[in-house]
């Protein structure tokens, strides 16, 4: 078994070090699954290449002082956490360096300033999962929960350390629920979706309910504090089943925010850091009172709603029309439709010309899913040349995707006329290699 020294991490948590050269000097490089900076390993190539090699942990040689022992009996065939042997804090050291090597490598920009990380608890966070489920008829079980590590199969899990307590106690009797129902060949996934004082679980059915299925989730939920919804087609088919009103909402109290959602509706998974990023975002969007403020891919109004607490007028724009309906009917449940309003368009195809029709905005939030917002970020470039003046003076952007925050950063700094004030990451998913950060860019010219 070949030896290596490993020198950092990649974005897959994959342990990062280089063969040597004949001269010695650094040669192809080999990633290494679960192995730590620090660390000497032996290891066993799986697939190989001119300029890399994967390969997988043999003998551990010489331990980091940042290993630590997994919590959870599944780690390392699970695929839904990848860094459980690394100490919390050094996960969150190394997502900043992520984020740093992103914006120097693809941006071509480095932040004024680095911010200190937001993380929070690192067990029990997850409040929205999505539970595959599968019947093994070779093995005789049932099987709910997260697939295997680069698999198709679903792990066979009896405990999860990142799903609420209540909810990881729930596996195995969720297993005897599913066997004894009817459609137990038509049952692929579970959502779970977690409120306040409430614990949704939609059952994605490829077919009706069959005699007797109906009284055994009633039962269940009964027994476990459960509301069912049921899916029998997309996500907006998804429907309460028992109880018949069940509804969801969660809180952003800083702001005096209740905001309702539905359980197959995108929210942050890990509430508590979502109330932190939301209350930062906005300390740092610096918002005054006789502002307007245009949010972008606002969704629901995670943040269209706080900022309305605050300023004068705001703008949420989001590509659904569905959700500027509901984030319009969020905004007047909370006393805000005055302040608010909702636009629906498409962000990846947004030009200069409609941020001339929208006027000035003192100030962006802009909030984009993995793909960013390159097509926002060349609108504001072309804004240079025709309407200088409507270019926001700052923009806060929040990113779950480091690669295209890097992309959009190099954008708005290198041809926009921004400077890129700040950067930090977020541990919205501790344990996990997703890294989610926030940029703040201040108009210099």
């Given at each position: 078994?070949?030896?290596?020294?490993?020198?950092?991490?990649?974005?897959?948590?994959?342990?990062?070090?280089?063969?040597?050269?004949?001269?010695?000097?650094?040669?192809?490089?080999?990633?290494?699954?679960?192995?730590?900076?620090?660390?000497?390993?032996?290891?066993?190539?799986?697939?190989?290449?001119?300029?890399?090699?994967?390969?997988?942990?043999?003998?551990?040689?010489?331990?980091?002082?940042?290993?630590?022992?997994?919590?959870?009996?599944?780690?390392?065939?699970?695929?839904?956490?990848?860094?459980?042997?690394?100490?919390?804090?050094?996960?969150?050291?190394?997502?900043?360096?992520?984020?740093?090597?992103?914006?120097?490598?693809?941006?071509?920009?480095?932040?004024?300033?680095?911010?200190?990380?937001?993380?929070?608890?690192?067990?029990?966070?997850?409040?929205?999962?999505?539970?595959?489920?599968?019947?093994?008829?070779?093995?005789?079980?049932?099987?709910?929960?997260?697939?295997?590590?680069?698999?198709?199969?679903?792990?066979?899990?009896?405990?999860?350390?990142?799903?609420?307590?209540?909810?990881?106690?729930?596996?195995?009797?969720l297993?005897?629920?599913?066997?004894?129902?009817?459609?137990?060949?038509?049952?692929?996934?579970?959502?779970?979706?977690?409120?306040e004082?409430?614990?949704?679980?939609?059952?994605?059915?490829?077919?009706?309910?069959?005699?007797?299925?109906?009284?055994?989730?009633?039962?269940?939920?009964?027994?476990?504090?459960?509301?069912?919804?049921?899916?029998?087609?997309?996500?907006?088919?998804?429907?309460?089943?028992?109880?018949?009103?069940?509804?969801?909402?969660?809180?952003?109290?800083?702001?005096?925010?209740?905001?309702?959602?539905?359980?197959?509706?995108?929210?942050?998974?890990?509430?508590?850091?979502?109330?932190?990023?939301?209350?930062?975002?906005?300390?740092?969007?610096?918002v005054?009172?006789?502002?307007?403020?245009?949010?972008?891919?606002?969704?629901?109004?995670?943040?269209?709603?706080?900022?309305?607490?605050?300023?004068?007028?705001?703008?949420?724009?989001?590509?659904?029309a569905?959700?500027?309906?509901?984030?319009?009917?969020?905004?007047?449940a909370?006393?805000?439709?005055?302040?608010?309003?909702?636009?629906?368009?498409?962000?990846?195809?947004?030009?200069?010309?409609?941020?001339?029709?929208?006027?000035?905005?003192?100030?962006?939030?802009?909030?984009?899913?993995?793909?960013?917002?390159?097509?926002?970020?060349?609108a504001l470039?072309?804004?240079?040349?025709?309407?200088?003046?409507?270019?926001?003076?700052?923009?806060?952007?929040?990113?779950?995707?480091?690669?295209t925050?890097?992309?959009?950063?190099?954008?708005?700094?290198?041809?926009?006329?921004?400077?890129?004030?700040?950067?930090?990451?977020?541990?919205?998913?501790?344990?996990?290699?997703h890294?989610?950060?926030?940029?703040?860019?201040?108009?210099?010219n």
């Amino acid at each position: 078994m070949n030896t290596i020294k490993i020198r950092s991490l990649d974005i897959d948590a994959r342990g990062v070090g280089h063969l040597e050269n004949e001269d010695g000097t650094p040669g192809k490089v080999v990633f290494v699954e679960g192995a730590l900076p620090g660390e000497t390993v032996g290891y066993n190539t799986y697939r190989k290449k001119t300029s890399w090699e994967a390969a997988t942990m043999g003998a551990l040689v010489k331990e980091s002082s940042q290993r630590t022992t997994p919590k959870c009996p599944h780690f390392g065939v699970c695929g839904g956490c990848s860094m459980q042997h690394l100490d919390a804090s050094a996960q969150v050291a190394m997502k900043q360096r992520v984020l740093e090597d992103n914006l120097g490598h693809i941006g071509k920009v480095k932040a004024e300033m680095l911010m200190r990380p937001i993380y929070g608890p690192t067990w029990g966070y997850r409040y929205r999962a999505r539970l595959s489920v599968r019947n093994v008829h070779k093995k005789g079980i049932v099987l709910v929960g997260f697939h295997e590590k680069k698999s198709r199969y679903v792990a066979n899990m009896e405990t999860c350390e990142i799903l609420p307590p209540h909810v990881s106690q729930m596996l195995m009797p969720l297993r005897d629920l599913i066997t004894s129902l009817t459609i137990i060949e038509a049952l692929p996934q579970i959502e779970l979706a977690i409120g306040e004082g409430v614990t949704a679980m939609v059952l994605r059915i490829m077919q009706p309910l069959g005699e007797g299925d109906e009284a055994k989730l009633r039962a269940f939920a009964d027994q476990y504090q459960v509301h069912w919804w049921l899916q029998t087609a997309g996500p907006d088919s998804a429907a309460p089943f028992y109880p018949a009103d069940s509804a969801l909402h969660y809180l952003l109290p800083e702001f005096g925010v209740r905001m309702p959602f539905k359980p197959t509706d995108f929210t942050q998974v890990n509430h508590q850091i979502n109330r932190v990023l939301v209350a930062r975002a906005l300390r740092l969007l610096d918002v005054q009172k006789d502002e307007r403020i245009l949010d972008l891919f606002c969704g629901l109004g995670n943040f269209t709603l706080p900022i309305a607490t605050l300023a004068r007028e705001v703008v949420g724009i989001e590509g659904s029309a569905s959700l500027t309906e509901r984030a319009l009917e969020n905004a007047r449940a909370n006393g805000l439709a005055a302040k608010v309003s909702f636009a629906t368009r498409n962000l990846f195809e947004a030009k200069a010309d409609d941020f001339v029709q929208l006027a000035y905005f003192d100030r962006f939030l802009i909030d984009p899913p993995r793909d960013g917002a390159m097509a926002v970020c060349q609108a504001l470039i072309d804004l240079k040349e025709i309407a200088p003046h409507l270019r926001p003076k700052r923009i806060v952007y929040v990113s779950c995707s480091p690669s295209t925050l890097a992309r959009d950063a190099g954008m708005l700094v290198n041809q926009g006329g921004y400077a890129l004030s700040r950067a930090g990451v977020v541990n919205m998913f501790p344990h996990t290699s997703h890294v989610e950060s926030m940029a703040v860019f201040d108009l210099v010219n």
